[in-house]
């Protein structure tokens, strides 16, 4: 991936032309299972956020730029159901499931959604916590600041705590010590804000602002690594401008 050389394009505005989020609550269904996929809603999650939300940029073609459309996932323990459970299989001396070994890469689900819709850019995922969610969004800017890029996917997932994850989370820093109240995925499509006419829905927002502890969050996601404010932020705008006389 080519790294930009002009140094206004880091903290160039992003526009948002796609956007979902899909929270679960502990105890209700989740989204359809994945074929090839088990146990976990992680995968779930992400197929049917990434779904909702290239959907929700249709008016603004995004199929045109399927071959230059990158993918960035963040999260911070990934698919924690899978990891644990294949853990606690190898723990009671039972046959490992392949699959588990398979899925609790992320980037598997990511080259499953991707494959599915015809995206051919690159794939990255991030761990992250609050401390490095600013370096995150910076990520985020330098993919689709690439001269290979032109539409950016970011998605966002995370699951309720499992008895491990809650025992790491109370060695966390305290930005990170709370676990999410809901199984929960957002997926935005950005592209770069340049010259000239936008898609009607499309909204401008500044990736690094998103990171700031002081963003809004969405009620039943929260912040989700800065990922649930973004989709705030870019809801009420779009809210705003869909209600101006």
Not at 213 to 218: I, K, V, Y
């Amino acid at each position: 991936m080519t790294t930009p050389t002009a140094s206004e394009n880091l903290r160039a505005p992003a526009l948002v032309v796609g956007a979902a989020a899909v929270p679960r609550p502990v105890g209700e269904d989740g989204p359809p299972a994945v074929p090839g996929f088990i146990e976990s809603r992680f995968n779930p999650l992400v197929r049917a956020a990434v779904d909702r939300c290239l959907a929700d940029a249709a008016p603004a073609g995004p199929a045109r730029f399927a071959d230059r459309t990158a993918v960035l996932l963040v999260t911070l323990f990934g698919d924690a159901t899978t990891t644990d459970l294949a853990g606690q299989r190898l723990q009671e001396g039972r046959a490992h499931n392949p699959l588990l070994f398979y899925q609790s890469v992320p980037t598997s689900i990511l080259g499953y959604v991707s494959r599915e819709h015809g995206l051919r850019g690159a794939l990255t995922c991030l761990s992250v916590d609050a401390a490095s969610m600013p370096e995150a969004f910076e990520t985020a800017e330098l993919m689709l600041a690439d001269e290979e890029v032109d539409q950016l996917l970011l998605v966002g997932v995370e699951l309720v705590a499992t008895q491990r994850t809650a025992a790491v989370r109370r060695h966390l820093p305290s930005a990170d010590r709370n676990p999410p109240e809901h199984d929960a995925a957002v997926a935005l499509l950005l592209r770069r804000a340049e010259p000239g006419p936008a898609p009607d829905t499309a909204v401008t927002v500044d990736l690094r602002a998103a990171a700031d502890a002081g963003a809004p969050a969405s009620a039943g996601i929260g912040r989700l690594h800065g990922l649930g404010s973004l989709w705030a932020t870019a809801q009420a705008a779009r809210g705003a401008f869909t209600q101006a006389p």
